[in-house]
């Protein structure tokens, strides 16, 4: 991956635009924020942050209290 701002963001970017027009994944709401187009997406990707930051299942336990 690049460390270069300008690069980053442009990946950024594009993957956002494929997000919100080729792919549906995400829908603009109101103020520039954005909400995924299915709860199932916001699920698994919030499972796998959870996953990614601890290293027990109490800890994961914990979080999700």
Do not use: W
Request: net charge positive; charged share 20%; aromatic share 16%.
């Amino acid at each position: 991956y690049s460390s270069d701002k300008f690069q980053c963001r442009r990946m950024a970017k594009t993957l956002l635009d494929a997000f919100l027009q080729q792919d549906g994944v995400l829908v603009t709401v109101p103020i520039g924020n954005f909400k995924f187009y299915h709860q199932t997406f916001q699920e698994y990707f919030a499972g796998a942050f959870i996953k990614a930051s601890v290293s027990s299942t109490e800890q994961a336990v914990a979080k999700l209290e």
